[in-house]
């Protein structure tokens, strides 16, 4: 058995692998960077060494050295950074130390999708049509376009975690899209080359746990249903896959033993289907431990890490297919540092987490995190086991609920709702389901919320809350809940202004309602730190000369304002950046003419691309270049009106 491990991760991933390690008595080796020096896992290791910078994670030669250096007799990838990477599993085999996972050969072969493809394809596995050759030649890509035929889903070659990968429905789109893939790919995995596949419309995404050894036994984990995907990348999962007849099921699971034999695969790694109807078709493998491998550990029983580290230490599988068997039903819901109430973009910050659900949480902090735009946006997972699938949906959906934070948006009010969606209860869900999901349409706009939530709470005579007595700014002419028609509070919810008129307390609600005709009158009901405006629950906090809410799951900051009056105003002539990142294109330069609409640039942050649209036509002045690392609320375009240009 490996006597020393070094975990060559970081994060969740890291703190999964060094409690298996704890458990079987291996010791670890951790290493660490300035954002996750304060990570739990630290902790229990026989020595952390710091790495010099973000980055480092991807430095296969200062990974390798680090094992030497302290002594370690194998090394762990995780997954992410270099997990798939061929290169980085022959350079730790070619020091004399055991790489926890495949060969360098199959991780080659199965890391590009092209050549997956024909490996699956000649072992009898259903594939997709599509390119057979990986290639970052766009106009070669653009030929064979032509004839895999539209829509088709562009994806990097080496990579996964749906990074760069995008739907292209017409000739029109594909230039610009590969464009994007290439710069994405390349930026993610030092490999800017592209496959082409045709795009399955209403699929479900199902894949399957395999498992090998040196000594030629393949075995599967059953099913995962992974559909529920944002961009491509997975937010719920579960096990066993619901809805899937048995023939279908069983016809899948020997098409993936099938498979991992032709690779003479050992290790863990995960086969990929998109299933319409009953024809389901191979996608990709992944040769790694999933993110979502904590569901088949939950129904099975089994600790995959500990088959990993046995398998890599040369023991064979630990059971028969005939001995795994599975009961019950689990579900992962992926807790996002993102805000869906603004295009989901990346929300880095402070994180406090109050309270912790009781179910299966999968994370590397105890309370505080300061999450940042260099890594993924996920913050934990949080798994929910049941007898049935119905019941672990609603474990999973009051873990949502019950997970408490201060600080930063999650998603975790967006999810809630899902999981209790009827489309989810049936499983007539596909890939691309979260993706038409207005969060806006489905739980109401959160600035408006949290502004009837303050000027609720400011109008109160309950002096058992908090925000009763004493302005944060100003006088706040307390409104007399005696009469009716009590007037308006203005206020600023994260710098949108918005009028709250108040139009009475009835005793045990303040009644209020927007300063427009298209909303009606809302019960605000205050108790303690919680105020439900309607149905919807918000936390409030004072924070120095403002309030902290946070409502479905989203944090906003409310303030007075300064300005009494909501006519009409010009729109805002600046085109700012949402968040913290780095401008990859510019479309326009300085001087041009724009319309509303048109498409200005494109901003990157925690691997995902934003992009930014002009507001109103006129004449645009681009502030800032390519390249340039920007804060947020940034200028990066001023558009001057029209008529005064002319």
Request: charged share 25%.
């Amino acid at each position: 058995m490996i006597t020393t491990l070094l975990i060559a991760n970081r994060g969740e991933v890291a703190a999964r692998i060094a409690r298996t390690c704890r458990r079987l008595g291996i010791d670890y080796v951790t290493v660490s960077v300035d954002e996750d020096r304060d990570l739990t896992y630290h902790d229990g290791a026989v020595t952390t060494v710091r790495l010099p910078a973000t980055g480092s994670h991807l430095d296969a030669a200062a990974l390798v050295r680090v094992a030497i250096e302290t002594g370690c007799d194998a090394v762990h990838p995780g997954y992410g950074f270099l997990s798939e990477n061929a290169d980085f599993a022959r350079a730790v085999r070619s020091a004399g130390l055991v790489f926890v996972g495949p060969s360098s050969r199959v991780i080659e072969t199965m890391a590009d999708k092209a050549s997956a493809l024909t490996v699956m394809a000649d072992a009898g596995v259903p594939v997709l049509p599509g390119t057979r050759q990986a290639s970052g030649d766009l106009d070669a890509l653009a030929r064979a376009a032509e004839d895999i035929g539209y829509p088709l889903i562009v994806k990097p070659a080496g990579g996964g975690g749906g990074k760069g990968m995008s739907v292209v429905r017409s000739r029109a789109e594909l230039r610009e899209s590969l464009a994007s893939a290439t710069r994405t790919a390349t930026a993610a995995f030092a490999d800017g080359r592209l496959h082409l596949e045709r795009y399955v419309e209403h699929a479900r995404h199902i894949e399957v746990q395999v498992f090998g050894d040196e000594f030629g036994s393949v075995v599967h984990l059953f099913d995962r249903d992974c559909s529920l995907q944002r961009r491509h990348q997975k937010v719920i999962e579960e096990a066993p896959a619901p809805r899937i007849p048995d023939a279908i099921r069983a016809e899948i699971f020997d098409a993936t033993v099938r498979g991992a034999q032709a690779l003479n695969y050992v290790g863990a790694g995960t086969f990929e289907f998109l299933l319409v109807g009953e024809e389901f078709f191979f996608i990709e493998m992944n040769t790694r431990l999933q993110v979502e491998h904590t569901v088949t550990e939950e129904i099975t029983g089994i600790d995959l890490v500990d088959w990993q580290l046995r398998v890599a230490s040369g023991e064979p599988l630990p059971a028969t297919q005939e001995e795994i068997a599975y009961s019950g039903a689990s579900v992962q819901v992926r807790m996002y540092a993102e805000d869906p109430f603004r295009a989901f973009l990346p929300c880095p910050g402070p994180l406090e987490v109050t309270h912790w659900p009781d179910v299966r949480v999968e994370r590397a902090f105890d309370r505080h995190l300061t999450v940042t735009g260099g890594f993924d946006p996920m913050i934990a997972k949080l798994i929910a086991t049941a007898a049935t699938r119905d019941e672990a949906l609603a474990a999973a959906r009051q873990a949502c609920t019950d997970l408490r934070w201060i600080g930063i948006s999650t998603n975790l009010g967006f999810v809630a709702h899902v999981l209790g969606s009827p489309i989810l209860a049936a499983v007539d869900h596909d890939t691309a389901y979260l993706d038409r999901i207005d969060p806006t349409a489905e739980f109401g706009d959160p600035d408006l919320l949290g502004a009837f939530a303050v000027a609720a709470a400011l109008t109160a005579p309950d002096r058992a809350t908090p925000w009763s007595v004493g302005a944060p700014t100003g006088d706040r002419a307390l409104l007399d809940p005696a009469d009716h028609d009590l007037g308006s509070i203005d206020l600023t919810v994260d710098g949108r202004p918005f009028t709250v008129r108040v139009n009475g307390y009835d005793g045990d609600a303040v009644r209020v309602r927007a300063d427009t005709a298209d909303h009606g009158v809302v019960c605000v009901r205050t108790s303690g730190e919680t105020i439900s405006v309607g149905s919807a629950p918000c936390v409030v906090r004072r924070a120095g000369e403002a309030w902290a809410i946070q409502v479905a799951g989203v944090s906003r900051e409310v303030r007075y304002a300064e300005y009494r009056s909501f006519g009409a105003t010009a729109a805002d002539p600046e085109i700012r950046s949402p968040m913290p990142g780095t401008v990859v294109r510019l479309h326009v330069e300085s001087g041009v003419q724009v319309e509303k609409g048109q498409l200005l640039g494109v901003v990157e942050a925690m691997k995902m691309e934003h992009e930014l649209t002009a507001t109103h036509p006129g004449i645009v002045t681009v502030t800032a270049a390519e390249g340039a690392v920007v804060t947020t609320d940034q200028p990066l375009f001023l558009i001057e009106d029209r008529s005064a240009a002319l």
